[in-house]
């Protein structure tokens, strides 16, 4: 049953802008699979039901602001493609691990491996003397062949320099770490922040300069408390979400 094989009852106290809103929802849900093709304009969906095109424009405006519709200029109206799920900020998990246990296929492109002299960040970051040489690891992170995040890390050269020698395209990064050179991650501390990409960011992404972007810094420390990671992550904001869990004292 097609989204104009419904009708809208004008009997009923219910306004019509919810009912259709209501169609729209079980129609996006349930029959709309394609998330490159647009639903139908404003016009098809006034005529269809005999209602005036503000209240379709209502209706849906409703929708783009919760965020299941989305517009594009000259193009029409698409749906939202779900979000993942991220639980980055609850555990200290690989990419890898995360996305495959949610069905998505995880892919890695390396962009840069190198010994640099870490500058006053990184170096505050790590507990490094500025100019102490550090391992730079860039990798765009892709799910289903779709782009995610783009994190650039840096490590201690005396605890990584190993890593100079490794395929990230295969392999993880704490897997390496903990497998191979023997450093055990005890806990991690992230702040996240809320940024617009800017124009080299969006085009690493394949986004919009001043898409919203959900910006990540993390420190992972071993069990002595020594710095082994600082790490800066970009997310799309238009393809993930984060959840915090938080405990009562």
Do not use: W
Not at 18 to 39: A, F, G, V
Not at 136 to 164: F, G, K, Q, T, W
Not at 226 to 239: F, I, L, Q, W
């Amino acid at each position: 049953m097609g989204l104009f094989d419904h009708q809208l009852d004008k009997n009923i106290p219910v306004p019509l802008y919810y009912q259709l809103k209501t169609l729209l929802e079980e129609y996006i849900e349930k029959e709309h699979t394609s998330y490159e093709e647009p639903i139908p304009t404003e016009m098809e969906i006034s005529e269809a039901f005999g209602i005036s095109r503000p209240t379709v424009r209502q209706a849906i405006n409703s929708l783009v602001v919760e965020g299941r519709l989305y517009r594009k200029k000259s193009k029409g109206t698409f749906v939202t493609r779900p979000k993942i799920h991220q639980n980055f900020l609850e555990s200290i998990q690989s990419f890898n691990e995360e996305m495959e246990e949610k069905g998505l296929t995880p892919k890695t492109e390396v962009l840069g491996l190198e010994v640099v002299a870490c500058d006053e960040e990184v170096g505050r970051a790590l507990q490094l003397e500025v100019g102490t040489e550090v391992v730079r690891l860039e990798r765009l992170r892709y799910a289903n062949d779709e782009p995610i995040v783009h994190v650039v890390s840096h490590l201690p050269h005396s605890l990584c320099s190993e890593m100079l020698e490794k395929d990230f395209t295969r392999v993880s990064m704490y897997h390496v770490m903990e497998t191979e050179l023997g450093l055990t991650i005890d806990y991690a501390t992230r702040r996240l922040e809320a940024i617009l990409a800017d124009s080299t960011t969006a085009k690493t992404l394949g986004i919009s300069k001043g898409s919203a972007i959900q910006y990540i810094q993390t420190i992972a420390y071993l069990t002595d408390e020594t710095p082994v990671e600082y790490s800066k992550a970009h997310y799309r904001g238009d393809r993930s979400h984060f959840t915090f869990r938080l405990k009562r004292k």
